[in-house]
């Protein structure tokens, strides 16, 4: 139903105009309202009216409506989250909150053209190599949503050629350790007064695990007796940067890590000093849901605090050739390429779903490789 009112200019002229509920969205169940002006008499308010709500009736509006970017990424994210997890979702929603509204937020949906948007990935190429990517294919999945929703007829995102990253001159530093540096490392640590410093960063290069699996782990996860590690759900973030345990991503991610005596005989040791020294704060650890790593309040240690003993140890030594904790699992399939291990076998390990990622992220070779490589083809090629 379509209400029309007079309005007075600051030129003391006399108009109409009009507003009309034509319902509700059906997705965020948000009003739908109209709203015109501008009309001469109230004759031409009132066609107008009609002529509107019979567009609404037979579903043309929508296609006439004026939307903004932000409006329409609203509605797609409300989809969205439900096809991925809620770390997945909290990281899309920061890059538009960070990146992407700030550029195209206000734009009409209709409006936005090929020219902006490659003004846009050219410019986001240059401040973020390795993220545009991902900001544009958001901004092209957003504006599909609009052209399926009838927004718009055509998704200006697939005239843009998206920049290639160059590769700069020069090696760069290599993320991981070889055997002599990780050994180097763990000479810094004194497991008897850092034992559970010394015990993480063991189950991290031994085992190959990422940071959340690891600062996920229970005791029940531990099996003393077969000497393996349980890897069923990791630590992430979520929505507002709150800490929350997911399954892994993959059916892959879920796996048991066998490991080494050494590292099993940390854990056990330090499972013991744990309990004492909880019991102490009137914390009892005694538990099999008992976190392996946890804070002084016997929760989730930070996400960031492996990082963070990681470059105190890295500084106190002043160690040139710095990795990051990811880079202990880079070295961990290292070392196993370097021990003989088949592509298969570190894929199974490393819980990866699929064996390109394997080959892509961790055909590292250490020196020694590449020494008794040659000395191969020095035989085979005897001539």
């Known amino acids: 139903m379509a209400t029309i009112k007079t309005y007075t200019t600051k030129g003391g002229q006399t108009f109409y105009e009009l507003f009309i509920l034509t319902g509700r969205d059906p997705l965020t169940n948000q009003p739908i309202k109209v709203h015109r002006r501008g009309f001469k008499t109230k004759k031409e308010a009132t066609l107008a009216a009609s002529r509107i709500t019979l567009k609404a009736s037979e579903g043309d509006l929508v296609r006439g409506q004026k939307k903004t970017f932000a409006q329409v990424y609203e509605e797609w994210y409300a989809g969205y989250i439900n096809t991925v997890r809620e770390s997945t979702y ?79 001159a020069g090696d760069k530093p290599e993320n991981f350790w070889d055997k002599a540096e990780l050994e180097t490392f ?33 005791w029940n996860d531990i099996d003393f007796t077969a000497g393996t590690i349980r890897i069923n759900k990791t630590l992430t973030q979520g929505v507002k940067g709150r800490q929350i345990v997911q399954a892994p991503k993959t059916k892959k991610g879920r796996r048991t890590v066998a490991m080494d005596a050494a590292t099993m005989a940390a854990l056990k040791k330090w499972r013991i000093h744990q309990m004492q020294k909880y019991m102490a704060w009137g914390i009892n650890t005694n538990q099999p849901d008992q976190l392996v790593f946890a804070t002084r309040f016997n929760t989730h240690k930070y996400l960031n605090q492996p990082e963070k003993w990681l470059k105190q140890i890295e500084d106190a030594h002043s160690i040139q050739h710095r990795i990051t904790v990811h880079g202990f699992r880079h070295s961990h399939a290292s070392a196993l390429f370097a021990a003989g291990a088949t592509i298969k076998e570190v894929q199974e390990r490393l819980g990866h779903e699929d064996v390109q990622t394997t080959l892509n992220v961790y055909t590292h070779v250490t020196k020694n490789q590449n020494e008794e490589a040659v000395e191969k083809l020095t035989a085979y090629l005897d001539f």
């Not at 409006?111 to 294919?137: C, G, H, P, S």
């Not at 010394?198 to 290069?205: D, K, M, N, Q, S």
């Open 186 to 218: 763990f000479s810094y640590l004194d497991p008897a007064h850092e034992p559970e410093k010394y015990t993480l960063f063991r189950v991290l290069a031994f085992g190959g695990l990422r940071r959340g699996e690891c600062l996920a782990l229970t």
């Open 90 to 168: 909290a990281r899309t929603r920061g890059m538009f909150d960070n990146h992407i509204l700030q550029y195209f937020g206000k734009r009409n949906i209709q409006d936005i053209t090929a020219a902006q948007l490659q003004r846009a990935v050219n410019l986001w190429a240059k401040e973020a190599t390795r993220n545009y990517k991902r900001w544009f294919n958001y901004v092209a999945a957003v504006l599909e949503y609009a052209v399926r929703q009838g927004y718009i007829s055509l998704n200006p995102a697939k005239r843009v050629l998206a920049p290639k990253r160059q590769d700069t």
